[in-house]
């Protein structure tokens, strides 16, 4: 009899540990415990009515070739055009062997990815670009002025003691003011000046207006093997039906070998063995009962804060520092229209000519609203109705128990329903046909 193994969280760390070992073949007992009734953690993805919903916007794409083949495993690579490919004569990478997602629902989409800010009613490329588009809707003396402030931060460096100081010392003062300073204390509810540098290194991948340069002047003169930071790829895969999907398939795998998976079990302590070097159990309450579980081997994906405080015997200073611990949470508003009121000005062909992008990222201090996700882009079986209607995801960060997070889900569609249409997104509430509510707990550690 092999070893039992005792692993917390179906989200992708959690499941994908379960497969793995169950893979080995080498007798593991293996059972996952998962707080919700579904799979994914922040990865999950949400059916309302027959319409689709991304938590966060999940991009797939790695330079890791055991990742990618890993991938492919769980949801191979189409082979034929998606439903919008057809419609607009859209030409995509296929793979030789990859499976019609018009008949089959366990395929990976190979997709266009636009992502652009919204700030003062005007769309700007993001990553930041320097296109004729920019300059224009920055206009001359915005221009004079990023370009006077991005010369001055070339010459003078701040010390890199802050997030702020960061970007400034990447982009300038004044297009961080433009483009970072809002959606950063937006996001995290705490200014740029009060967060660790290393977040930022994280988060932008390298990226810099030096960079932006370089990977400009590698497209003009068709330079080989040029490098392009993460935050500058143009295609990345996405499962059909979300990311979701990809957990649920391992779910069923995982299953198939014989694991076992306890949904609604939330983890509530962990027990060290009577020899006091190690953990040998675990509680977790289902059904208004605990329950107990013995194992050889215990894994954990839940949250740091949450897996300390469970545990007995831990010293008192380690126990305050993992209760200060901060996280972000999350939730997003789906809303339903008929078609958005931005007009398609780019050169990407979309279906019923809506903007092209998978997210928005809106910088406006009017709102709080953080992004605008557009789930026809991400992949058009996200959406029940793609061809006469838009489903799109309005994000929120807020703090558990705040007064977002605990308003009631009719007026919270509603103060977003409200934003969307300061924001130039709809016309008027008429427009909108559905809503649906999520709420995500510690969906962001938060770097402070």
């Given at each position: 009899m092999g070893k039992k193994v005792l692993i917390i969280g179906a989200g992708p760390a959690g499941l994908t540990a379960a497969y793995e070992l169950l893979k080995l073949r080498e007798g593991y007992e293996v059972t996952v415990f998962e707080e919700s009734d579904s799979f994914g953690g922040i990865s999950k993805t949400v059916d309302h009515n027959g319409n689709r919903m991304d938590m966060g916007g999940h991009r797939f794409f790695s330079k890791v070739p055991e990742v990618n083949e890993w991938w492919?495993?769980?949801?191979?690579?189409?082979?034929?055009?998606?439903?919008?490919d057809i419609i607009l004569d859209r030409e995509v990478p296929l793979s030789s062997k990859g499976p019609d997602p018009e008949s089959t629902d366990r395929v990976m989409l190979s997709r266009h990815r636009v992502s652009r800010i919204l700030f003062q009613n005007r769309f700007f490329d993001y990553p930041v670009s320097l296109s004729l588009s920019t300059l224009k809707n920055m206009g001359l003396i915005n221009?004079?002025?990023?370009?006077?402030?991005?010369?001055?931060?070339?010459?003078?460096?701040?010390?890199?003691?802050?997030?702020?100081?960061?970007?400034?010392?990447?982009?300038?003062?004044?297009?961080?003011?433009?483009?970072?300073?809002?959606?950063?204390?937006n996001l995290w509810g705490r200014h740029p000046s009060e967060i660790d540098a290393s977040w930022g290194e994280q988060r932008v991948k390298g990226l810099s207006i030096s960079a932006v340069l370089r990977d400009i002047f590698g497209k003009v003169f068709n330079k080989k093997d040029r490098k392009v930071e993460t935050s500058l790829i143009e295609q990345f895969s996405y499962p059909k039906l979300g990311p979701g999907q990809l957990c649920d398939i391992t779910a069923d795998e995982i299953e198939k070998l014989g694991g076992r998976i306890?949904?609604?079990?939330?983890?509530?302590?962990?027990?060290?063995?009577?020899?006091?070097?190690?953990?040998?159990?675990?509680?977790?309450?289902?059904?208004?009962?605990?329950v107990v579980e013995k194992g050889d081997?215990?894994?954990?994906?839940?949250?740091?804060?949450?897996?300390?405080?469970?545990?007995?015997?831990?010293?008192?200073?380690?126990?305050?520092?993992?209760?200060?611990?901060?996280?972000?949470?999350?939730?997003?508003?789906?809303?339903?229209?008929?078609?958005?009121?931005?007009?398609?000005r780019t050169k990407t062909k979309t279906v019923g000519n809506i903007v092209p992008d998978c997210w928005i990222y809106v910088q406006d201090r009017r709102v709080k609203m953080g992004r605008v996700q557009i789930f026809n882009n991400w992949s058009p079986y996200m959406v029940?109705?793609?061809?006469?209607?838009?489903?799109?995801?309005?994000?929120?960060?807020?703090?558990?128990?705040?007064?977002?997070?605990?308003?009631?889900?009719?007026?919270?569609?509603?103060?977003?329903?409200?934003?969307?249409?300061?924001?130039?997104?709809?016309?008027?509430?008429?427009?909108?046909?559905?809503?649906?509510?999520?709420?995500?707990?510690?969906?962001?550690p938060a770097y402070f």
């Open positions: 492919d495993s769980m949801l191979p690579r189409q082979g034929a055009k998606a439903k919008d221009t004079i002025k990023v370009g006077s402030s991005y010369i001055a931060s070339v010459f003078h460096k701040l010390p890199e003691d802050n997030l702020e100081n960061f970007y400034i010392n990447r982009f300038g003062r004044k297009l961080y003011g433009m483009f970072f300073e809002y959606y950063t204390e306890i949904k609604n079990a939330r983890v509530t302590g962990l027990h060290k063995a009577e020899d006091g070097k190690s953990i040998d159990s675990l509680t977790y309450e289902r059904d208004n009962s605990e081997v215990i894994i954990s994906s839940m949250p740091i804060k949450d897996l300390v405080s469970g545990m007995n015997d831990v010293p008192e200073d380690i126990l305050r520092i993992a209760k200060g611990l901060p996280y972000r949470d999350y939730m997003t508003v789906g809303v339903l229209v008929k078609r958005l009121k931005l007009e398609n029940k109705d793609p061809l006469h209607t838009v489903w799109v995801g309005l994000e929120y960060f807020v703090q558990e128990n705040d007064r977002f997070w605990t308003m009631d889900d009719r007026d919270f569609s509603d103060f977003a329903i409200n934003e969307m249409i300061s924001l130039g997104l709809i016309d008027s509430r008429n427009e909108v046909l559905d809503t649906h509510v999520e709420r995500v707990k510690k969906a962001y």
